[in-house]
């Protein structure tokens, strides 16, 4: 057995680190939600935004197809990006989710946009959205609100 | 015993494709916009007359002996302004006593919106240090051409009121004395640019 701790601890070490970002999440057919979160919104007149990591753990492609949450009357999965120095934004549509793979939304690139928020986002609480794919259909997950400054899931 | 070491062994691989997976996978953003990297020789001395949040009006040789981190950007951005300033908030933390050496700035390239009150609550929800600066039309298009940055309005349909606004997406630093001296891409961490910043107080 003494042959074996190294090994066990290795084990122990790597999925250790590799489960917090695991931790929070929802399972629907293929699919798994990780870690969703958002950032508090400051008052309802401008968007806010949420993140989500989707793992697709099956042999086909699924796709997001919309977002629906009390919270915001618009909510888009638009992508930031920075062309040549300048940072630009738009809805990016019908969201792939590749067979065997994954697509995380975070600060830098892709966000649930939350536009004409119906309340603010305070740090500390949390709402309701829910995820809908052309294969594995409609998902609902609970997501945290952290601090405006928040540039990741905080504990 | 040989089944356990296989299983065990089957585990660390697995734990260790997750761990590397997840850690690449989350730094990968940030490999690309290093590609934006922009660090230019040129020396200039950017000159504005702008309005900040409490409604005093400012020009360049207000914040002469700080140096300034300058940023771009407009309250409806909801992804990379909240990013920037989070990242600001925190490069003033790390630096500690030293932070009074230093003033962020941060200029809307969106005035019709942002108004003195909108930037006074936006730039307050991130650092109490953070300087919210806005002007009428013409005085930000002088202040962006004065510091090489570039914006533009962009009609979106599904945005707020109809447009978003491209902007430069670097942090500039600005010398005590006026003098451009830097730009710190979008993805640096605050740690780097605490310790480049602590190389030049």
Known sequence: MSKALPSLLLAFFFLASAFPALAESTRVGNLVIETPWARASIGMSRPAAAYVTIRNEGQTADILTGIETTVS?????????????VSTMG?????????NGSVTLAPGGLHVMLMKLQQPLTKG??????????????????????????????? | MKTI?????GAVAVGLILFLWLNIFQDASHLIEDGTSQNTATTFTPTFSLTDHQGNVVTEKTYRGKWLLVFFGFTNCPDICPTTLADLASVMEQLGADAKAIKPLFISVDPDRDQMETMAQYVSAFHPAIVGLTGTGSQITETAESFKAYFEKQPQE????????????????????GAFIRTYSYGMSPEEIVADLEQKL
């Open chain 1, 73 to 85: 009357a618009m909510p888009e999965v638009h992508r930031m990006e920075i062309k040549d120095g």
């Open chain 1, 91 to 99: 809805p990016v549509g019908p969201l792939e989710i590749p067979a």
């Open chain 1, 125 to 155: 609480g949390q709402f309701s959205m829910t995820l809908i794919f052309k294969n594995a259909g409609r998902v609902d997950v609970s997501v945290p609100i952290y601090s405006v400054g928040a540039s990741g899931p905080e504990q």
């Open chain 2, 5 to 9: 070491h296989l299983i065990l062994w």
């Open chain 2, 158 to 177: 599904s945005a707020p009121d109809g447009y978003i606004m491209g902007h430069t997406s670097a942090v500039y630093l600005i010398s005590p004395d």
